[in-house]
């Protein structure tokens, strides 16, 4: 049977659908689990699955605050104070040594520098100080003091910390993470991709306690390190779906992706699937680099079933994700045989009286084949698709 236009919803959708069910409220992206090596290794999960996720959040919630407290040893407010209250009262402004500021230290003393950044064991400063030889006249520091002393000579000895990672808010984050979008679950399996996710879940990255996960924004990073990772997918209204003849077009170039994330698109992936199968499209299969922003699925000719869902899942790849899996959005359609209420291949009186009859119960959702009732698309079904159907019976152009 010869497929037209008018003969498919020209509308997509983006509502979870059954095998597609998302725990949360933000229901457009999905992510699958990694490839390892080469596979996709699912984790298969059991029947609690929200209870699961909860505690999941909860852990999350404990070491990702915990996880931001951790900081680089600032000089100022940390290191000169130390020196203000137990060096300068000798090492002040008199010749030789002086430390009462972090140009002066780094100037260092008689015998040359006190400090050899990255190295504190060294470090003259360090080893007088954890031999108790400083401050010379009683007064030792309290080991926690060396100890830091020590930690910021390792990470550089700088004045202003420079912590590098990614940058980006826009990439992966543990805002988001926390909030739980970066854990679904389709079908059996959940899918989690959180910072320090539970580990029995598929994809799970198991950060160190407190650790911001490879690739996730880091609010302390100062420099970016170009290891940003993104979850942004096409979907909703950036994916427009075009019903020709002997085919489905999907144009996605309205997707927008944050600049900073367009900077790592490597390509677009895609799937069509039906039920739960799910099919590459050629040239957008994993291992393709294109970065085409629409495709024309051709399906010579077997076709598809009226009435049957399809599911366009865009992937996208991003060079720091592990794989495409990371990104990825749906879109859906659902090809309709406008104005054949009764399915009978036809279009006549008794698919007038079918549409009347189910607009005046108000029940046309429920009928089977719901979708070739609503003439207009405009979702709803009342008197318009009535007389829309009823015109296109009398000059005979139904369908076409
Ligand atoms: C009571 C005075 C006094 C205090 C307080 C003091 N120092 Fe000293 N420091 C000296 C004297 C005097 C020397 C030089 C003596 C020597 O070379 O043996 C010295 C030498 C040093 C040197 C070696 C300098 C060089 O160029 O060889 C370092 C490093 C040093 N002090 C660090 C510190 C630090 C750090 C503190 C504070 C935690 C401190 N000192 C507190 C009196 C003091």
């Not at 030889?133 to 926690?144: H, I, Q, W």
């Not at 970016?224 to 990772?229: A, L, N, Y």
């Amino acid at each position: 049977m010869p497929f037209t236009g008018s003969q498919f919803r020209d509308k997509y959708e983006i509502e979870p659908r059954t095998w597609y069910r998302n725990l949360h409220s933000v229901t457009e992206y999905i992510y699958f689990t990694r490839l390892i090596p080469g596979i996709l290794v699912q984790i298969i999960f059991y029947k609690n699955g929200v209870e699961m996720i909860r505690s999941v959040i909860k852990y999350f919630l404990s070491v990702c605050l915990f996880g931001l407290g951790f900081g680089l040893v600032d000089y100022n407010s940390e290191i000169q104070p130390i020196l203000d209250s137990s060096c300068i009262s000798c090492h002040g402004n008199a010749g030789g040594l002086n430390l009462s500021s972090y140009n002066n230290l780094m100037n260092g003393g008689n015998s040359g520098d006190v400090i050899v950044p990255g190295d504190h064991e060294n470090s003259i400063l360090w080893q007088l100080i954890d031999a108790g030889e400083m401050p010379s006249a009683g007064g030792d520091l309290t080991s926690e003091q060396v100890g830091l002393i020590a930690q910021w000579i390792d990470e550089g000895a700088l004045e202003v910390p420079v912590s590098s990672g990614c940058t980006d808010p826009n990439a992966y984050n543990c805002e988001d993470s926390m909030a739980g979008e970066y854990i679904n679950e389709v079908g059996p399996i959940i899918y989690d991709y959180s910072c320090d996710g539970d580990p029995t879940h598929a994809g799970s990255e198991n950060c160190n306690e407190g650790e911001i996960c490879e690739g996730y924004y880091d609010p302390e990073a100062t420099q970016d390190d170009g290891s940003c990772r993104y979850p942004q997918a096409p979907h909703g209204d950036e994916v427009v779906f075009g019903v020709e003849e002997n085919g489905i077009s999907v144009d996605w170039s309205a997707f927008d992706p944050p600049s900073t994330a367009l900077e790592y698109l490597d390509s677009y992936h895609v799937q069509r699937c039906v039920g739960e199968g799910c099919t590459w499209i050629a040239d957008f299969t994993p291992g393709d680099v294109n970065i085409t922003t629409s495709l024309f699925d051709d399906f010579e000719g077997d076709g598809w079933e009226v009435g049957v869902e399809i599911k366009y899942a865009i992937a996208v790849k991003y060079l720091n994700n592990p794989y495409w899996g990371w990104a990825i959005g749906a879109s859906y359609i659902t090809p309709c045989n406008l104005g054949d209420l009764n399915g009978d291949g036809g279009y006549n009186v008794l698919d007038i009286v079918a549409l009347a009859n189910c607009v005046l119960a108000n029940n046309c959702i429920d009928q089977e084949n719901s979708c070739a009732g609503d003439m207009n698309g405009d979702g709803g079904y009342n008197v318009l698709d009535i007389v829309a159907l009823a015109n296109c019976v009398l000059a005979d152009s139904c369908g076409g």
